[in-house]
Nanobody, 115 residues
């Protein structure tokens, strides 16, 4: 059974930074493209960043490009999202999953950007 456990969220001021983590179990993590998704209040869930199995191909949504960095440690079955220069519009619950081949969602981690 695939399970994702996200962590690292919190309250941060505009312009600040956070590092999110997602640990996966029940799957061959190192074999799959992974992504970070987010869902803001009243909005649909959106995909913000993806990284291929070996880390060689990375893509970002325009809204986070240049500010967020996705990475992974396959030895630890862990996906990361470094969030820099955050904005109030980044406020959302953040989830990891396999983009396009979605598994059961984890509980997510809340990120709130506010002064």
């Amino acid at each position: 059974q695939v399970q994702f456990v996200e962590s690292g969220g919190g309250l941060v001021q505009p312009g600040g930074s956070l590092r999110l983590s997602c640990t996966a179990s029940g799957m061959r993590f190192s074999s799959y493209t992974m992504g970070w998704h987010r869902q803001a209040p009243g909005k649909q869930r959106e995909l913000v960043a993806t990284i291929t199995a070996g880390g060689g191909n990375i893509n970002y949504a325009d809204s986070v490009k240049g500010r967020f960095t996705i990475s992974r440690d396959n030895a630890k079955n862990t996906l990361y999202l470094q969030m820099n220069n955050v904005k109030p519009d980044d406020t959302a619950v953040y989830y990891c999953n396999r983009p396009g081949i979605l598994q059961t969602w984890g509980q997510g981690t809340q990120v709130t950007v506010s002064s």
